[in-house]
C-alpha cells in the first residue's frame, strides 16, 4: 500500500525574478491528472475534509499560506503534514481520512487522478473503518 508523502517539485528562478513550479504528469507526478482544483477564502477556524476517497490519488500544494493535514489509514496509522511551501506537494493515496486545517490566506491546490463522483467518497468515518480490501 503506498504511503502519504512530500514530494519535492522544481523551483526554477531566483529571489529576484520570483520563482515557476511546474507539476507535469507522469513526470513528476506519479499519475495521469484528470482533474484539478482549488480552495480559498476558508476561514481558519473551519475544519475540513472529514472523508476518504476509495480510488482517488491525490497532490495537494499550499501555493498560498500555511495548510495542516491529519491522515489516517484503515488500519489507524496516524500521519500529520503542514504545507507552507508552494513547491512541496503532499501526495495522498487512496483510502486515507483526512482532517484538514487553513490559514486565512491558505489557497490550496489539488491534482486529482480522477474525476469527481460522489461515489468515490466515504463521508462517514465508520463506513471507512469497517471498509477492508
Ligand atoms: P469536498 O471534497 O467535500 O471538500 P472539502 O473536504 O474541502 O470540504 O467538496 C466540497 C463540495 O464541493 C462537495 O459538495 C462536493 C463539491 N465538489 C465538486 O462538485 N467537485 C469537485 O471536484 C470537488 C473536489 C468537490
Redesign the pocket.
Known amino acids: 500500500m503506498k504511503k502519504p508523502q512530500f514530494i519535492e517539485f522544481p523551483k526554477i528562478g531566483e529571489t529576484t525574478l520570483g520563482y515557476i513550479t511546474v507539476a507535469e504528469a507522469q513526470h513528476n507526478v506519479p499519475f495521469a491528472i484528470k482533474?484539478v482544483?482549488w480552495?480559498y477564502f476558508?476561514p481558519d477556524a473551519v475544519e475540513?475534509?472529514?472523508?476518504a476517497h476509495r480510488e482517488l490519488e491525490q497532490i495537494i500544494f499550499a501555493v498560498c499560506g500555511r495548510i495542516d493535514f491529519t491522515l489516517e489509514s484503515l488500519d489507524g496509522e496516524y500521519h500529520e503534514f503542514t504545507l507552507e511551501k508552494p513547491n512541496i506537494g503532499l501526495y495522498i493515496p487512496k483510502l486515507y481520512w483526512?482532517e484538514?486545517r487553513f490559514s486565512h490566506n491558505a489557497v490550496?491546490l489539488?491534482l486529482?487522478s480522477e474525476?469527481?463522483t460522489?461515489a468515490d467518497?466515504f463521508?462517514k468515518y465508520e463506513d471507512f473503518k469497517k471498509f477492508s480490501v
Request: glycine share 12%; proline share 0%.
Open positions: 482533474r482544483y480552495t476558508t475540513r475534509g472529514g472523508h483526512r484538514i490550496l489539488c486529482a474525476h469527481y460522489e467518497y463521508r
